[in-house]
């Protein structure tokens, strides 16, 4: 089966958060709703990050407009980016994480440990877990699966559906990069000329694919992003290995060559300073404290 | 009390005080559990078989690794010259004996009946490195535990840094599993040329003089010397004497053993 990619455009991204309302109403993630009990983000950006039950938002960059009164936004989309070289993929020791057949990076919540090593190693920083406490038996992973459930069964993913300017798409990967291709070389035509693909090479290829209509400076994306943060654990498990295989076997030989030998009764005499041996009756060594040996 | 030594019975001396054999026992069931309970994280196999029991195994991971952590710390406090002692017996000069321990530990290792060590102070100098390697390991483990624990709870650290701390950890491991095995096979004292010091930290704390003089021959004469720590004990374990008496009687048995053999040398 082809790999299939989500279609974000922050060119025609209208910033109405219509994408976050539908990702919490079809996955049953709530919302504080107490007055003022979210920290304030210094722009409409609402919440200030992913969290726990917010598996997507749109991020806010705001300057002033050139040439004009009032502000510029850049609206840009901060989710799981479903990578191919997925660092969370490699760290998650019990198998939760894995890619499905479309490319998307889903989970098997039942699997998750809550160990957050996947948080620890995500370039993007998306992973979030529920039930964070200090005693951390009912740690859970929590990002989006491109609506794993829905694509299944032939659906678009919810945030897709509700997009009403457009700039959310599904489809299979390489129509979207097309696209995006063409989005971009339009919107170079039109003067924007930091305008951009991401997500083609990035981590190995994502499964978002986006169209940047500003310099990448304006959204919260990597240039480079490291999917090898968590890498050193894979080569230290074999290491490790190596070595506990190593240690024992060395220990063996010493077992082996040792088996059998026994050491004769030893005893010394502090008056006439003579380390004798017991079992012969006969003195092994005299400790010549005059000539000052201990 | 016998007035003589009797043939069953044998000098000991006591090495390690009831506070650190507990401390370090402790500590060692504590290395073991935290081993266990780390490798169903430390091994995908295990954490993707049993998911809910690797759950159980995390919580444990850290009350054991607290148990860890505050079991030296109340030791200190309730011993601060035992510490003293500790770093004392730990960074000492380097002798000329053991620089000799140490170039021919592998030989000895694989060759124990052949070649032998040279006299020894209360701690070799491969004591001192490997012993020295799992505090300054055990200490690095728990900082780096600390911080991914608290720093994915409590507080949260960056995800560079707890890749750092994992990293931290990871290394630790395998420098401890290296040193904690052979820790455990010499220490556990049941096979030659080790034979006898499992009772150290899990019996009694008391080495017979004949392994005291094998291991470590100068600590073990200053002790026969001194007196204070020696002990005549018979075959049931029972204390027949204590200190100076204790030494006196040995010297004496060793002395009347080595005249009964000289008539028939001379024959």
Redesign the interface.
């Known amino acids: 089966m082809a790999d299939l990619a989500i279609y974000y455009d922050s060119s025609k991204c209208t910033g109405c958060k219509g994408c976050m309302v539908a990702c919490k109403t079809w996955n049953n993630l709530p919302s504080p709703i107490e007055l003022n009990s979210q920290p304030y983000s210094g722009t409409y950006q609402n919440p200030v990050d992913l969290n726990e039950n917010t598996r997507t938002i749109i991020t806010y960059k705001e300057r002033k407009r050139e040439n004009a009164y009032g502000i510029d936004w850049a609206f840009g989309s901060r989710r799981c980016m479903h990578c191919t070289d997925a660092a969370c993929v490699k760290v998650c020791p019990s198998g939760c994480l894995y890619h499905d057949d479309n490319g998307f990076v889903v989970m098997d919540i039942d699997k998750c440990i809550g160990c957050q090593y996947c948080r620890a190693a995500c370039p993007f920083d998306v992973p979030r877990h529920t039930g964070v406490n200090v005693r951390g038996a009912d740690i859970k992973i929590d990002k989006c699966d491109a609506c794993a459930t829905r694509v299944a069964h032939g659906m678009k993913p919810a945030c897709v559906t509700t997009c009403q300017p457009n700039a959310l798409d599904f489809g299979p990967r390489e129509e979207m990069l097309t696209r995006a291709h063409e989005r971009v070389e339009w919107l170079h035509k039109r003067g924007y000329a930091d305008a951009r693909v991401y997500g083609e090479t990035e981590a190995g290829g994502t499964h978002v694919i986006m169209v940047l209509k500003y310099d990448i400076s304006q959204y919260d994306l990597p240039e480079n992003p490291n999917t090898n943060k968590g890498a050193a654990s894979n080569v230290m498990k074999p290491l490790t290995a190596l070595a506990a295989v190593g240690i024992v076997g060395g220990l063996g030989i010493t077992y082996a060559r040792a088996h059998g030998y026994h050491r004769d009764h030893m005893a010394y005499d502090t008056k006439t300073h003579d380390v004798v041996d017991m079992d012969k009756d006969e003195v092994e060594r005299h400790i010549d404290k005059e000539a000052g040996e201990r | 009390m016998s007035a003589k030594m009797e043939q069953k019975e044998q000098?000991y001396i006591q090495r390690h005080s009831m506070q650190t054999r507990i401390t370090h026992d402790i500590v060692a069931v504590a290395c073991i559990w935290l081993t266990f309970s780390g490798l169903f994280?430390?091994?995908?196999a295990l954490?993707?078989a049993f998911?809910d029991f690797?759950?159980?195994m995390?919580?444990s991971h850290?009350i054991v690794g607290c148990i860890l952590i505050i079991t030296p710390i109340v030791s200190a406090i309730l011993s601060p010259r035992g510490v003293g002692r500790f770093f004392k017996k730990y960074f000492t000069k380097w002798t000329p004996e053991d620089k000799e321990f140490t170039k021919k530990f592998v030989p000895y290792?694989?060759?124990?009946?052949n070649v032998h060590m040279p006299?020894q102070d209360e701690v070799k100098s491969g004591q001192r490195f490997a012993d020295g390697l799992m505090v300054v390991g055990v200490l690095l483990m728990a900082i780096s535990g600390l911080v991914l624990?608290?720093g994915?709870?409590?507080w949260r650290v960056s995800?560079?840094t707890?890749?750092v701390m994992?990293?931290i950890h990871?290394?630790c491991?395998?420098i401890l599993?290296?040193f904690v095995?052979?820790h455990v096979?010499l220490g556990a004292g049941i096979?030659?040329?080790y034979?006898g010091t499992g009772k150290l930290m899990w019996g009694n704390g008391q080495v017979s003089?004949?392994n005291a003089?094998?291991h470590w021959?100068?600590w073990?004469?200053?002790e026969?010397?001194k007196?204070d720590k020696v002990l005549l004990k018979d075959e049931n374990d029972q204390v027949v004497a204590r200190g100076k008496e204790a030494?006196d009687l040995?010297?004496t048995y060793?002395?009347e053993?080595?005249k009964?053999?000289a008539p028939l040398k001379q024959e």
């Open positions: 000098r994280v430390f091994i995908p954490a993707s998911p690797t759950r159980a995390r919580v850290r290792m694989l060759n124990a009946r006299d624990w608290l994915t709870s409590v995800g560079d707890a890749s994992r990293t990871d290394i491991f395998l599993v290296i095995v052979a096979y096979f030659e040329p034979k003089e004949s003089l094998y021959g100068f073990a004469r200053k026969l010397e007196g030494v040995g010297n060793i002395e053993k080595l009964q053999k």
